[in-house]
Protein backbone atom coordinates (compact mmCIF):
# COMPACT_ATOMS: atom_id res chain seq x y z
CA UNK A 1 0.00 0.00 0.00
CA UNK A 2 1.29 3.60 -0.73
CA UNK A 3 -0.13 7.06 -0.07
CA UNK A 4 1.52 9.88 -2.25
CA UNK A 5 3.71 6.69 -4.08
CA UNK A 6 5.11 6.49 -0.84
CA UNK A 7 4.31 3.16 1.33
CA UNK A 8 2.73 3.10 4.48
CA UNK A 9 5.89 1.83 6.03
CA UNK A 10 7.48 4.91 5.25
CA UNK A 11 5.00 6.95 6.11
CA UNK A 12 4.60 4.96 9.73
CA UNK A 13 8.53 5.57 10.22
CA UNK A 14 8.49 9.05 9.36
CA UNK A 15 5.17 9.81 11.49
CA UNK A 16 7.12 8.49 14.50
CA UNK A 17 10.54 10.62 14.05
CA UNK A 18 8.55 13.71 13.81
CA UNK A 19 6.66 13.45 16.59
CA UNK A 20 9.36 12.36 18.95
CA UNK A 21 11.40 15.01 17.68
CA UNK A 22 9.25 17.86 18.00
CA UNK A 23 8.23 16.48 21.41
CA UNK A 24 11.44 16.68 22.66
CA UNK A 25 12.11 20.48 21.29
CA UNK A 26 8.81 21.39 23.25
CA UNK A 27 9.71 19.64 26.39
CA UNK A 28 13.37 21.95 26.24
CA UNK A 29 10.80 25.25 26.72
CA UNK A 30 10.94 24.79 30.44
CA UNK A 31 14.45 25.30 30.55
CA UNK A 32 14.22 28.67 28.75
CA UNK A 33 14.34 31.22 31.62
CA UNK A 34 16.43 34.26 30.09
CA UNK A 35 18.10 34.99 26.47
CA UNK A 36 21.70 33.30 27.36
CA UNK A 37 19.35 30.05 27.68
CA UNK A 38 17.60 31.03 24.79
CA UNK A 39 20.45 31.72 22.58
CA UNK A 40 23.14 30.60 23.70
CA UNK A 41 21.99 27.42 25.59
CA UNK A 42 22.88 28.30 29.18
CA UNK A 43 26.33 26.89 28.03
CA UNK A 44 25.49 23.58 30.14
CA UNK A 45 26.61 21.45 27.29
CA UNK A 46 29.50 18.80 27.00
CA UNK A 47 32.00 17.22 24.49
CA UNK A 48 30.06 14.68 22.75
CA UNK A 49 27.11 16.90 23.08
CA UNK A 50 28.89 19.62 21.56
CA UNK A 51 30.55 17.32 18.63
CA UNK A 52 26.78 16.44 17.71
CA UNK A 53 25.96 20.17 17.81
CA UNK A 54 28.60 21.38 15.55
CA UNK A 55 27.85 18.74 12.69
CA UNK A 56 24.58 18.95 12.76
CA UNK A 57 24.33 22.67 12.76
CA UNK A 58 26.72 22.58 10.07
CA UNK A 59 25.40 19.46 8.09
CA UNK A 60 22.01 19.30 6.32
CA UNK A 61 20.34 18.60 3.14
CA UNK A 62 21.07 21.13 0.80
CA UNK A 63 24.82 19.92 1.24
CA UNK A 64 24.37 16.43 0.13
CA UNK A 65 22.10 17.33 -2.33
CA UNK A 66 24.48 20.21 -3.67
CA UNK A 67 27.67 18.02 -3.53
CA UNK A 68 25.27 14.91 -5.35
CA UNK A 69 24.16 17.57 -7.96
CA UNK A 70 27.91 19.49 -8.72
CA UNK A 71 28.98 15.95 -9.00
CA UNK A 72 26.66 14.31 -11.33
CA UNK A 73 27.51 17.53 -13.69
CA UNK A 74 31.49 17.99 -12.54
CA UNK A 75 32.80 14.77 -11.78
CA UNK A 76 34.53 13.94 -8.70
CA UNK A 77 35.37 17.61 -7.95
CA UNK A 78 32.27 18.30 -6.92
CA UNK A 79 33.00 17.43 -3.94
CA UNK A 80 34.81 21.10 -2.92
CA UNK A 81 31.40 22.49 -2.97
CA UNK A 82 31.48 21.41 1.10
CA UNK A 83 35.05 20.23 1.10
CA UNK A 84 35.83 23.71 0.60
CA UNK A 85 35.48 23.93 4.23
CA UNK A 86 38.31 21.13 4.95
CA UNK A 87 41.42 23.25 4.97
CA UNK A 88 39.97 25.16 7.57
CA UNK A 89 38.89 22.54 9.69
CA UNK A 90 42.48 22.49 11.63
CA UNK A 91 41.72 26.17 12.32
CA UNK A 92 38.31 25.80 14.36
CA UNK A 93 40.57 24.11 16.74
CA UNK A 94 42.06 27.57 17.63
CA UNK A 95 39.00 30.05 16.72
CA UNK A 96 36.71 28.06 19.08
CA UNK A 97 38.74 29.49 22.93
CA UNK A 98 38.40 32.80 21.28
CA UNK A 99 34.19 33.18 21.07
CA UNK A 100 34.04 31.27 24.17
CA UNK A 101 36.33 33.93 25.82
CA UNK A 102 34.60 37.10 24.51
CA UNK A 103 31.87 35.96 27.37
CA UNK A 104 29.00 37.17 24.71
CA UNK A 105 25.97 35.64 23.40
CA UNK A 106 26.08 36.80 19.82
CA UNK A 107 28.63 37.73 17.26
CA UNK A 108 27.03 41.00 17.26
CA UNK A 109 28.26 41.39 20.61
CA UNK A 110 31.92 41.56 19.12
CA UNK A 111 31.27 44.42 16.85
CA UNK A 112 29.34 46.01 19.47
CA UNK A 113 32.37 45.81 21.82
CA UNK A 114 35.14 46.33 19.38
CA UNK A 115 33.50 49.04 17.24
CA UNK A 116 30.15 50.58 18.11
CA UNK A 117 26.33 49.65 18.54
CA UNK A 118 25.94 51.31 14.86
CA UNK A 119 28.19 48.28 13.56
CA UNK A 120 27.05 45.82 15.44
CA UNK A 121 23.51 46.56 13.84
CA UNK A 122 25.26 46.14 10.66
CA UNK A 123 26.35 42.79 11.48
CA UNK A 124 23.08 42.13 12.45
CA UNK A 125 21.19 42.91 8.90
CA UNK A 126 24.50 40.92 7.39
CA UNK A 127 24.42 38.24 9.92
CA UNK A 128 20.39 37.67 8.74
CA UNK A 129 21.25 37.58 5.64
CA UNK A 130 23.51 34.88 5.75
CA UNK A 131 21.29 32.81 7.63
CA UNK A 132 18.11 33.79 5.95
CA UNK A 133 19.95 32.81 2.57
CA UNK A 134 21.39 29.30 3.81
CA UNK A 135 17.96 28.33 5.40
CA UNK A 136 15.87 28.74 2.04
CA UNK A 137 18.17 26.74 0.29
CA UNK A 138 18.06 23.82 2.54
CA UNK A 139 14.59 23.98 2.03
CA UNK A 140 14.77 24.20 -0.87
CA UNK A 141 17.01 20.99 -1.39
CA UNK A 142 14.35 19.19 0.88
CA UNK A 143 12.04 20.03 -1.21
CA UNK A 144 13.71 18.94 -4.27
CA UNK A 145 14.40 15.39 -2.68
CA UNK A 146 10.80 14.85 -1.35
CA UNK A 147 9.28 15.80 -5.01
CA UNK A 148 11.96 13.32 -6.20
CA UNK A 149 11.09 10.75 -3.55
CA UNK A 150 7.25 10.93 -3.80
CA UNK A 151 7.95 10.79 -8.08
CA UNK A 152 6.19 14.37 -8.15
CA UNK A 153 3.38 13.66 -6.14
CA UNK A 154 4.42 15.92 -3.40
CA UNK A 155 5.28 19.11 -4.70
CA UNK A 156 8.79 20.52 -3.30
CA UNK A 157 6.50 23.73 -2.56
CA UNK A 158 4.73 21.24 0.28
CA UNK A 159 7.58 19.86 1.50
CA UNK A 160 9.11 22.88 2.45
CA UNK A 161 6.18 24.87 4.26
CA UNK A 162 5.81 21.47 6.09
CA UNK A 163 9.27 21.47 6.62
CA UNK A 164 9.11 24.53 7.88
CA UNK A 165 6.08 24.50 10.81
CA UNK A 166 7.99 21.11 11.99
CA UNK A 167 11.76 23.10 13.19
CA UNK A 168 9.75 26.57 13.97
CA UNK A 169 7.47 24.44 16.83
CA UNK A 170 10.62 23.46 18.30
CA UNK A 171 13.10 25.99 17.67
CA UNK A 172 10.71 28.79 18.69
CA UNK A 173 9.60 26.95 22.04
CA UNK A 174 13.24 25.69 23.34
CA UNK A 175 15.41 27.73 21.45
CA UNK A 176 19.34 26.89 21.24
CA UNK A 177 18.88 24.41 23.98
CA UNK A 178 16.08 22.77 22.04
CA UNK A 179 18.89 22.85 18.28
CA UNK A 180 21.41 21.52 20.72
CA UNK A 181 19.66 18.43 22.20
CA UNK A 182 17.77 17.75 18.95
CA UNK A 183 20.81 17.80 17.10
CA UNK A 184 22.82 15.04 19.34
CA UNK A 185 19.99 12.76 18.05
CA UNK A 186 19.47 14.02 14.40
CA UNK A 187 23.20 14.19 13.83
CA UNK A 188 23.61 10.38 14.39
CA UNK A 189 20.49 10.24 11.90
CA UNK A 190 22.50 12.41 9.24
CA UNK A 191 25.46 9.90 9.27
CA UNK A 192 22.85 6.94 8.53
CA UNK A 193 21.61 9.53 5.41
CA UNK A 194 24.86 9.84 3.81
CA UNK A 195 26.00 6.19 3.64
CA UNK A 196 22.68 4.25 3.73
CA UNK A 197 22.40 4.39 -0.30
CA UNK A 198 26.25 3.37 -1.61
CA UNK A 199 26.13 -0.42 -0.80
CA UNK A 200 23.38 -1.03 -2.95
CA UNK A 201 24.43 2.12 -5.52
CA UNK A 202 27.89 -0.12 -5.89
CA UNK A 203 26.30 -3.07 -6.64
CA UNK A 204 24.14 -1.53 -9.72
CA UNK A 205 27.00 0.56 -11.00
CA UNK A 206 29.44 -2.34 -10.46
CA UNK A 207 31.70 -0.47 -7.74
CA UNK A 208 34.54 2.13 -8.60
CA UNK A 209 35.46 -0.40 -11.67
CA UNK A 210 32.53 -0.10 -13.28
CA UNK A 211 32.21 3.39 -12.94
CA UNK A 212 35.44 3.90 -14.65
CA UNK A 213 34.29 1.30 -17.46
CA UNK A 214 31.10 3.40 -17.80
CA UNK A 215 32.18 6.79 -17.38
CA UNK A 216 34.53 8.07 -20.39
CA UNK A 217 35.63 10.84 -19.06
CA UNK A 218 38.41 10.73 -17.02
CA UNK A 219 38.63 13.90 -15.65
CA UNK A 220 35.47 13.05 -13.61
CA UNK A 221 37.67 10.75 -11.79
CA UNK A 222 39.84 13.93 -10.73
CA UNK A 223 39.69 16.13 -7.47
CA UNK A 224 41.21 18.91 -10.01
CA UNK A 225 39.68 19.51 -13.00
CA UNK A 226 41.04 21.32 -15.89
CA UNK A 227 37.21 23.12 -16.28
CA UNK A 228 35.04 25.01 -13.77
CA UNK A 229 36.86 23.32 -10.69
CA UNK A 230 40.82 23.72 -10.91
CA UNK A 231 43.26 24.64 -8.68
CA UNK A 232 42.68 28.46 -8.51
CA UNK A 233 38.65 27.81 -7.46
CA UNK A 234 39.62 25.26 -4.79
CA UNK A 235 42.10 27.65 -3.28
CA UNK A 236 39.61 30.61 -3.01
CA UNK A 237 36.82 28.40 -2.44
CA UNK A 238 38.64 27.15 0.75
CA UNK A 239 40.11 31.03 1.75
CA UNK A 240 36.86 32.51 1.62
CA UNK A 241 35.58 29.26 3.79
CA UNK A 242 38.43 29.78 6.40
CA UNK A 243 37.73 33.65 6.26
CA UNK A 244 33.96 33.55 6.68
CA UNK A 245 33.38 30.96 8.84
CA UNK A 246 33.68 33.55 11.85
CA UNK A 247 31.22 35.93 10.76
CA UNK A 248 28.00 32.72 10.63
CA UNK A 249 25.49 34.12 13.18
CA UNK A 250 25.71 30.48 14.28
CA UNK A 251 29.22 29.72 15.26
CA UNK A 252 29.38 31.35 18.69
CA UNK A 253 26.66 29.02 19.74
CA UNK A 254 28.83 26.26 18.25
CA UNK A 255 32.08 27.58 20.38
CA UNK A 256 30.45 29.30 23.25
CA UNK A 257 27.44 26.85 24.36
CA UNK A 258 30.15 24.31 26.12
CA UNK A 259 31.09 24.12 29.20
CA UNK A 260 34.43 25.00 28.81
CA UNK A 261 36.68 25.91 25.90
CA UNK A 262 38.12 22.29 25.50
CA UNK A 263 34.69 21.58 24.71
CA UNK A 264 34.03 24.41 21.91
CA UNK A 265 37.37 22.99 20.36
CA UNK A 266 36.14 19.38 20.88
CA UNK A 267 32.70 19.93 19.24
CA UNK A 268 33.64 22.72 16.47
CA UNK A 269 36.59 20.96 14.89
CA UNK A 270 35.72 17.01 15.48
CA UNK A 271 31.64 17.67 14.76
CA UNK A 272 33.05 19.50 11.29
CA UNK A 273 35.94 16.81 10.85
CA UNK A 274 32.67 14.04 11.22
CA UNK A 275 31.15 15.93 8.59
CA UNK A 276 34.16 16.02 5.71
CA UNK A 277 33.85 12.11 6.03
CA UNK A 278 29.98 12.29 4.85
CA UNK A 279 30.62 14.59 2.27
CA UNK A 280 32.34 11.56 0.25
CA UNK A 281 29.75 9.57 0.51
CA UNK A 282 27.47 12.35 -1.06
CA UNK A 283 30.29 12.94 -3.90
CA UNK A 284 30.29 8.86 -4.62
CA UNK A 285 26.01 8.74 -4.32
CA UNK A 286 26.42 11.90 -7.09
CA UNK A 287 29.41 9.68 -9.23
CA UNK A 288 27.03 6.77 -9.16
CA UNK A 289 24.01 8.97 -10.40
CA UNK A 290 25.91 9.34 -14.02
CA UNK A 291 25.55 5.95 -14.72
CA UNK A 292 22.15 5.31 -13.20
CA UNK A 293 20.18 8.71 -14.57
CA UNK A 294 22.17 9.59 -17.59
CA UNK A 295 21.44 13.12 -19.33
CA UNK A 296 19.48 14.97 -16.65
CA UNK A 297 19.67 18.76 -16.93
CA UNK A 298 21.40 21.38 -14.70
CA UNK A 299 18.29 21.87 -12.53
CA UNK A 300 17.12 17.91 -12.61
CA UNK A 301 20.22 17.25 -10.95
CA UNK A 302 19.23 18.46 -7.66
CA UNK A 303 17.21 15.50 -7.66
CA UNK A 304 20.01 12.68 -7.84
CA UNK A 305 19.88 12.66 -4.26
CA UNK A 306 16.23 11.61 -4.19
CA UNK A 307 15.93 9.77 -6.88
CA UNK A 308 18.35 6.92 -5.84
CA UNK A 309 16.83 7.03 -2.19
CA UNK A 310 13.26 6.16 -4.18
CA UNK A 311 14.59 3.42 -6.73
CA UNK A 312 17.05 1.86 -4.04
CA UNK A 313 15.84 1.84 -0.83
CA UNK A 314 12.66 -0.23 -1.08
CA UNK A 315 14.54 -3.33 -2.78
CA UNK A 316 15.94 -3.71 0.64
CA UNK A 317 13.64 -3.44 3.84
CA UNK A 318 9.85 -2.02 4.01
CA UNK A 319 9.89 1.59 5.47
CA UNK A 320 14.14 2.16 4.64
CA UNK A 321 12.79 5.03 2.67
CA UNK A 322 10.48 6.50 5.78
CA UNK A 323 14.32 6.40 7.86
CA UNK A 324 16.21 7.97 4.62
CA UNK A 325 13.22 11.04 4.82
CA UNK A 326 13.94 11.35 8.23
CA UNK A 327 17.03 11.27 8.16
CA UNK A 328 17.10 14.44 5.70
CA UNK A 329 14.46 16.01 7.53
CA UNK A 330 16.64 16.16 10.64
CA UNK A 331 19.76 17.69 9.11
CA UNK A 332 18.07 20.34 7.87
CA UNK A 333 15.34 21.10 10.84
CA UNK A 334 18.68 20.77 13.19
CA UNK A 335 19.96 22.95 11.00
CA UNK A 336 17.43 25.51 10.50
CA UNK A 337 16.36 25.57 14.22
CA UNK A 338 19.84 26.61 15.11
CA UNK A 339 20.34 29.68 12.23
CA UNK A 340 16.64 30.94 12.89
CA UNK A 341 17.61 31.04 16.92
CA UNK A 342 21.23 32.82 16.22
CA UNK A 343 19.40 35.08 13.44
CA UNK A 344 16.72 36.13 15.98
CA UNK A 345 19.39 36.57 18.70
CA UNK A 346 21.23 39.28 16.37
CA UNK A 347 17.95 41.14 16.11
CA UNK A 348 16.88 41.05 19.77
CA UNK A 349 20.05 41.81 21.38
CA UNK A 350 22.05 44.15 19.20
CA UNK A 351 19.34 45.89 17.69
CA UNK A 352 15.90 45.38 19.60
CA UNK A 353 17.04 46.06 22.63
CA UNK A 354 19.80 48.09 21.69
CA UNK A 355 18.50 50.62 20.11
CA UNK A 356 14.33 50.57 20.50
CA UNK A 357 13.42 48.87 23.86
CA UNK A 358 15.43 49.14 26.63
CA UNK A 359 15.52 47.77 30.26
CA UNK A 360 12.59 45.22 30.19
CA UNK A 361 12.57 42.00 31.76
CA UNK A 362 14.11 39.03 30.05
CA UNK A 363 10.86 37.37 29.45
CA UNK A 364 10.39 40.26 27.34
CA UNK A 365 13.11 39.65 24.77
CA UNK A 366 12.31 36.46 24.73
CA UNK A 367 8.98 36.73 23.39
CA UNK A 368 10.98 38.74 20.89
CA UNK A 369 13.45 36.62 19.75
CA UNK A 370 10.29 34.13 19.45
CA UNK A 371 8.74 36.56 17.00
CA UNK A 372 11.55 37.44 15.46
CA UNK A 373 12.16 34.15 14.54
CA UNK A 374 9.16 33.91 12.93
CA UNK A 375 10.65 36.94 10.41
CA UNK A 376 13.95 35.17 9.74
CA UNK A 377 12.06 32.03 8.54
CA UNK A 378 9.50 34.01 6.27
CA UNK A 379 13.07 36.14 4.52
CA UNK A 380 13.60 31.88 4.14
CA UNK A 381 10.82 31.01 2.28
CA UNK A 382 11.18 33.76 -0.33
CA UNK A 383 14.81 32.58 -1.09
CA UNK A 384 13.84 28.91 -0.99
CA UNK A 385 11.30 30.11 -3.74
CA UNK A 386 13.35 32.76 -5.39
CA UNK A 387 16.94 31.00 -6.26
CA UNK A 388 17.53 29.19 -9.34
CA UNK A 389 18.94 25.77 -7.94
CA UNK A 390 21.08 24.52 -5.36
CA UNK A 391 24.93 24.56 -6.24
CA UNK A 392 23.94 28.84 -7.15
CA UNK A 393 22.32 28.77 -4.27
CA UNK A 394 25.08 27.56 -2.40
CA UNK A 395 27.63 29.85 -3.91
CA UNK A 396 25.28 32.78 -3.05
CA UNK A 397 25.36 31.92 0.51
CA UNK A 398 29.38 31.45 0.49
CA UNK A 399 29.51 34.61 -1.18
CA UNK A 400 27.35 36.95 1.65
CA UNK A 401 29.34 34.94 4.51
CA UNK A 402 33.01 37.12 3.84
CA UNK A 403 31.62 40.61 3.48
CA UNK A 404 32.44 41.54 7.13
CA UNK A 405 35.51 39.22 7.38
CA UNK A 406 37.59 42.33 7.36
CA UNK A 407 35.84 43.85 10.20
CA UNK A 408 36.12 40.87 11.77
CA UNK A 409 39.90 39.30 11.63
CA UNK A 410 41.27 42.95 11.60
CA UNK A 411 39.89 44.09 14.65
CA UNK A 412 40.95 40.85 16.66
CA UNK A 413 44.49 40.97 15.85
CA UNK A 414 44.67 44.81 14.82
CA UNK A 415 44.47 47.28 17.59
CA UNK A 416 44.96 50.47 14.57
CA UNK A 417 41.18 48.70 12.91
CA UNK A 418 38.93 51.61 13.31
CA UNK A 419 35.10 51.93 13.08
CA UNK A 420 35.29 53.57 9.75
CA UNK A 421 37.65 50.85 8.41
CA UNK A 422 35.20 48.37 9.28
CA UNK A 423 32.45 50.37 7.57
CA UNK A 424 34.21 50.75 4.18
CA UNK A 425 35.58 47.09 3.94
CA UNK A 426 32.28 45.74 4.13
CA UNK A 427 30.61 48.43 1.82
CA UNK A 428 33.16 48.11 -0.99
CA UNK A 429 33.03 44.26 -0.41
CA UNK A 430 29.33 44.43 -0.79
CA UNK A 431 29.63 46.67 -3.43
CA UNK A 432 32.38 44.15 -6.08
CA UNK A 433 30.04 41.95 -4.98
CA UNK A 434 27.30 43.38 -6.95
CA UNK A 435 28.83 44.63 -9.87
CA UNK A 436 30.96 41.50 -10.89
CA UNK A 437 27.47 39.35 -10.41
CA UNK A 438 25.80 41.98 -13.60
CA UNK A 439 25.08 40.58 -16.71
CA UNK A 440 26.57 43.45 -18.05
CA UNK A 441 29.91 43.02 -16.32
CA UNK A 442 29.98 39.59 -17.37
CA UNK A 443 29.92 40.94 -21.29
CA UNK A 444 32.64 43.03 -20.62
CA UNK A 445 35.01 40.38 -18.55
CA UNK A 446 34.71 38.64 -21.65
CA UNK A 447 36.02 40.60 -23.80
CA UNK A 448 38.66 42.58 -21.84
CA UNK A 449 39.45 40.01 -19.05
CA UNK A 450 41.93 36.88 -19.48
CA UNK A 451 40.30 33.91 -20.66
CA UNK A 452 41.43 31.97 -17.20
CA UNK A 453 39.56 34.62 -15.67
CA UNK A 454 36.33 33.42 -17.46
CA UNK A 455 33.84 30.33 -17.41
CA UNK A 456 30.90 29.58 -19.47
CA UNK A 457 31.04 32.91 -20.59
CA UNK A 458 31.24 34.93 -17.16
CA UNK A 459 33.58 36.11 -14.63
CA UNK A 460 34.68 32.97 -12.68
CA UNK A 461 33.06 32.97 -9.56
CA UNK A 462 36.87 32.23 -7.70
CA UNK A 463 38.08 35.44 -9.06
CA UNK A 464 35.41 37.32 -7.72
CA UNK A 465 35.69 35.67 -4.47
CA UNK A 466 39.39 37.17 -4.68
CA UNK A 467 38.06 40.56 -5.70
CA UNK A 468 35.86 41.29 -3.09
CA UNK A 469 37.93 39.92 -0.36
CA UNK A 470 41.58 41.70 -1.54
CA UNK A 471 39.24 45.23 -1.77
CA UNK A 472 37.26 44.37 1.51
CA UNK A 473 40.54 43.63 3.41
CA UNK A 474 42.65 46.57 1.60
CA UNK A 475 39.75 49.01 1.76
CA UNK A 476 39.54 48.27 5.79
CA UNK A 477 43.16 48.49 6.46
CA UNK A 478 43.98 52.08 4.33
CA UNK A 479 40.34 53.35 5.90
CA UNK A 480 41.81 52.59 9.42
CA UNK A 481 45.11 54.27 8.68
CA UNK A 482 43.68 57.51 8.03
CA UNK A 483 40.79 57.69 10.62
CA UNK A 484 40.57 58.13 14.31
CA UNK A 485 41.42 54.41 16.42
CA UNK A 486 38.93 53.44 19.37
CA UNK A 487 39.78 55.04 22.90
CA UNK A 488 42.31 52.91 24.29
CA UNK A 489 40.05 52.24 27.56
CA UNK A 490 37.90 50.30 25.59
CA UNK A 491 40.84 48.67 23.34
CA UNK A 492 41.69 47.10 26.53
CA UNK A 493 38.45 45.75 28.15
CA UNK A 494 37.91 43.94 24.69
CA UNK A 495 41.66 42.21 24.37
CA UNK A 496 41.83 41.10 28.05
CA UNK A 497 39.07 39.58 27.91
CA UNK A 498 39.74 37.90 24.22
CA UNK A 499 43.12 37.14 26.05
CA UNK A 500 41.81 35.62 29.21
CA UNK A 501 40.97 31.76 29.28
CA UNK A 502 37.80 30.77 30.58
CA UNK A 503 38.22 28.65 33.68
CA UNK A 504 36.40 25.69 34.23
CA UNK A 505 34.37 26.85 37.67
CA UNK A 506 33.86 30.43 35.85
CA UNK A 507 30.19 31.56 36.55
CA UNK A 508 28.15 33.45 33.58
CA UNK A 509 28.39 36.98 32.99
CA UNK A 510 25.38 38.64 31.87
CA UNK A 511 27.53 41.49 30.34
CA UNK A 512 29.36 40.24 27.00
CA UNK A 513 33.92 41.08 27.20
CA UNK A 514 33.40 41.11 30.91
CA UNK A 515 35.47 39.22 33.54
CA UNK A 516 33.58 37.79 36.06
CA UNK A 517 34.31 39.32 39.84
CA UNK A 518 36.87 37.05 40.74
CA UNK A 519 38.74 36.36 37.48
CA UNK A 520 42.07 38.12 36.98
CA UNK A 521 43.33 38.89 34.04
CA UNK A 522 46.22 37.22 31.80
CA UNK A 523 48.40 39.43 29.81
CA UNK A 524 49.66 37.15 26.43
CA UNK A 525 52.91 36.21 25.71
CA UNK A 526 52.38 37.71 21.84
CA UNK A 527 53.66 35.95 18.63
CA UNK A 528 54.88 39.24 17.44
CA UNK A 529 56.00 41.83 19.72
CA UNK A 530 54.49 44.83 18.08
CA UNK A 531 52.41 47.18 20.03
CA UNK A 532 49.51 47.20 17.66
CA UNK A 533 49.39 43.36 16.94
CA UNK A 534 47.58 41.28 19.13
CA UNK A 535 48.50 38.03 18.06
CA UNK A 536 48.89 35.43 20.87
CA UNK A 537 51.73 32.87 20.80
CA UNK A 538 50.00 29.56 20.84
CA UNK A 539 50.38 26.98 23.50
CA UNK A 540 51.15 23.65 23.26
CA UNK A 541 47.33 22.20 23.49
CA UNK A 542 47.04 24.93 20.37
CA UNK A 543 49.64 23.41 18.75
CA UNK A 544 48.81 19.44 19.32
CA UNK A 545 45.41 19.86 18.17
CA UNK A 546 46.59 21.89 15.09
CA UNK A 547 48.92 19.50 14.23
CA UNK A 548 46.66 16.19 14.38
CA UNK A 549 43.34 18.06 12.57
CA UNK A 550 46.17 18.61 9.88
CA UNK A 551 46.97 15.13 9.63
CA UNK A 552 43.25 13.85 9.45
CA UNK A 553 42.99 16.10 6.39
CA UNK A 554 45.91 15.15 4.64
CA UNK A 555 44.67 11.62 5.36
CA UNK A 556 41.05 12.55 3.69
CA UNK A 557 42.67 14.08 0.73
CA UNK A 558 44.63 11.26 0.27
CA UNK A 559 41.97 8.65 0.99
CA UNK A 560 39.41 9.95 -1.89
CA UNK A 561 42.76 10.48 -4.24
CA UNK A 562 43.47 6.69 -3.75
CA UNK A 563 39.69 5.92 -3.99
CA UNK A 564 39.51 7.48 -7.43
CA UNK A 565 41.94 5.59 -8.87
CA UNK A 566 40.72 2.29 -7.53
CA UNK A 567 39.80 0.28 -10.11
CA UNK A 568 40.69 2.53 -13.03
Known amino acids: MAILEISVYDWLALACYLVGITFLGLWTRKKIKDTTDFFIGGRRFGKAMMVFFAFGAGTNGNQAVGVAAKTYSNGLSGIWYQWLWLFATPFYWIIAPIFRRMRATTTGDFFEHRYSGRTAALYSFVGILIHVSNLGLMLLATGAVVEAISGGVIRSTA ?39 LPYAFR ?85 AVVLYPGLSTGEADQVFGLMARDLLPRILPGLVGVFLA ?62 DVPSGLEIFWKFTAMMAAA ?127 IPKPSETDLIGFAFFWLMVALMVAFVHWLAGMGA
Open 327 to 388: ALLASVMSSCDAYMVSSSGLFTQNVYRRFWVKGRDEAHYVRVGRMASLLVVAGGLVFAFAVE
Open 408 to 534: FWLGLFWRRTTEAGAWAGTMVAFAVLIVTNQAWFDEWAVDHLPHFMIWDSQFRVSWQMFSYLIAGFGTCLIVSLFTSRSPEEKLDRFFTCIHTPVAHDEPHTTEPFTLPEGVEPVSPKKLVNLPDLE
Open 204 to 288: LVGGMSGLHEKIADEHMFSLVAPGEINAFHIVMFALNALIGIVTMPHIMGVCAAGRTEMDGRVGFAGGNLLKRVCTVAWMLTGLC
Open 159 to 197: AILVTTVLFVAYGMAGGLAAAIITDFIQGILTVILSFLL
